[in-house]
């Protein structure tokens, strides 16, 4: 008995354009992340963070859109591909706003995972900005702490992407098992953003400036462990349990929905002469029988068009 593998349609293609762009934002987003830790010894902890997050916000967007703007001009980006990245957004933000973070309780997230699986990592990198980015704006969470959201949760949406492929229970016990190792990086890297501020100066996971990394990186996962798993554990938790009671029929319709937009079928540009001889040509072949036409595309209408698996 042979297992079927799962499909992948790409709807953001990672062009070299594109990939370098991915590739910069991402280096942006570890020098963000991580900058704290290579400070000089007489810099001041308190100040860690304070004025560098409304930069890196100005510079994440221009990036995303450059992303997409950047597809859209060289034809691998289409409308449906937008129209579905803003269905997807709108939805993630819905779900955030029942439960903004209670005690780790995180439904967003769970979207981003088959989203990414089914439409590639550069969509998924995206979806991950943006549903965090829209969330934010309904739910009033705007902050020094949204650029940093964004970039995590595009990171969850892009690694869902690069999983192998699997199919079957298979595939979901592995999408679940990576929700909960992103859910927990997640929490992680969001400790790191604010932890050397956060954490006071007279602890013993405090943060110290000019410290080596190897030191400075034991206090952060002290605090990370003694402070976070309250959180981090329960979001974990609830992304796993969502991908194995929804994620395969949330799977089976993005694919669906993939299949009918056809984000694979290359786009062909005919003249108006050679549509004319077509039209001239099936009329020749088939005289009279326009009934049987309608009814043929009434048919493939409703059965979404041409499988692609």
């Given at each position: 008995?042979t297992?079927a593998t799962?499909?992948?349609v790409t709807a953001?293609?990672?062009?070299?354009?594109?990939?370098?762009?991915?590739?910069v934002t991402s280096?942006i987003?570890?020098?963000?992340?991580c900058?704290?830790?290579?400070?000089?010894?007489?810099?001041?902890?308190n100040?860690?963070?304070?004025?560098?997050?409304?930069?890196i916000f100005?510079a994440l967007l221009?990036?995303l859109?450059?992303?997409?703007?950047?597809e859209?001009?060289?034809?691998?980006l289409?409308?449906?591909?937008v129209?579905l990245l803003?269905?997807l957004a709108?939805?993630?933000?819905?779900l955030?706003v029942?439960?903004?973070?209670?005690a780790?309780f995180?439904?967003?997230f769970?979207?981003?995972?088959?989203?990414?699986?089914v439409?590639?990592?550069?969509?998924?990198?995206?979806l991950?900005a943006?549903?965090?980015?829209?969330?934010?704006l309904i739910?009033?969470?705007?902050?020094?702490w949204l650029?940093?959201?964004?970039?995590?949760?595009?990171?969850?949406?892009?690694?869902?992407?690069c999983?192998?492929e699997?199919g079957?229970?298979?595939?979901?016990?592995m999408?679940?098992?990576?929700g909960?190792?992103?859910?927990l990086?997640?929490?992680?890297l969001?400790?790191?953003?604010f932890?050397?501020?956060?954490?006071?100066?007279?602890t013993?996971f405090?943060?110290?400036?000019?410290?080596g990394?190897l030191?400075?990186?034991?206090?952060?996962?002290?605090?990370?462990?003694?402070?976070?798993l309250?959180f981090?554990?329960?979001?974990?938790?609830?992304?796993a349990?969502?991908?194995l009671?929804?994620?395969h029929?949330?799977?089976a319709?993005?694919?669906?929905?993939?299949?009918?937009?056809?984000f694979?079928?290359?786009?062909t540009?005919?003249s108006?002469?050679?549509v004319?001889?077509?039209r001239?040509g099936?009329a020749?072949?088939?005289?009279?029988?326009?009934?049987?036409w309608l009814?043929?595309?009434?048919?493939?209408?409703?059965d979404g068009?041409?499988?692609?698996?």
């Amino acid at each position: 008995m042979t297992m079927a593998t799962s499909h992948r349609v790409t709807a953001i293609r990672l062009r070299p354009r594109a990939a370098v762009t991915l590739a910069v934002t991402s280096l942006i987003g570890v020098a963000a992340f991580c900058w704290p830790l290579l400070v000089p010894r007489h810099a001041n902890a308190n100040l860690a963070h304070s004025t560098d997050a409304p930069w890196i916000f100005v510079a994440l967007l221009p990036l995303l859109l450059a992303v997409l703007l950047g597809e859209i001009a060289e034809g691998s980006l289409d409308a449906k591909a937008v129209a579905l990245l803003g269905i997807l957004a709108a939805c993630g933000a819905a779900l955030r706003v029942p439960s903004p973070g209670v005690a780790g309780f995180e439904p967003v997230f769970f979207l981003l995972i088959p989203a990414g699986r089914v439409l590639g990592r550069g969509f998924g990198f995206v979806l991950g900005a943006m549903t965090i980015l829209a969330s934010a704006l309904i739910t009033g969470g705007v902050g020094p702490w949204l650029p940093f959201q964004m970039l995590a949760a595009a990171w969850m949406g892009f690694g869902a992407g690069c999983l192998p492929e699997a199919g079957g229970k298979r595939e979901l016990t592995m999408l679940a098992l990576y929700g909960v190792i992103s859910a927990l990086a997640y929490g992680m890297l969001m400790n790191l953003w604010f932890w050397p501020f956060g954490a006071g100066t007279s602890t013993n996971f405090s943060f110290v400036p000019g410290a080596g990394v190897l030191q400075n990186l034991h206090r952060f996962i002290f605090f990370d462990l003694t402070t976070s798993l309250g959180f981090d554990i329960p979001r974990a938790v609830t992304t796993a349990v969502l991908v194995l009671v929804l994620g395969h029929p949330v799977l089976a319709a993005l694919r669906r929905a993939t299949r009918r937009a056809a984000f694979d079928a290359p786009v062909t540009f005919e003249s108006t002469d050679q549509v004319g001889s077509h039209r001239a040509g099936s009329a020749e072949a088939y005289p009279g029988d326009r009934s049987t036409w309608l009814k043929l595309g009434s048919a493939a209408s409703r059965d979404g068009g041409p499988s692609n698996d």
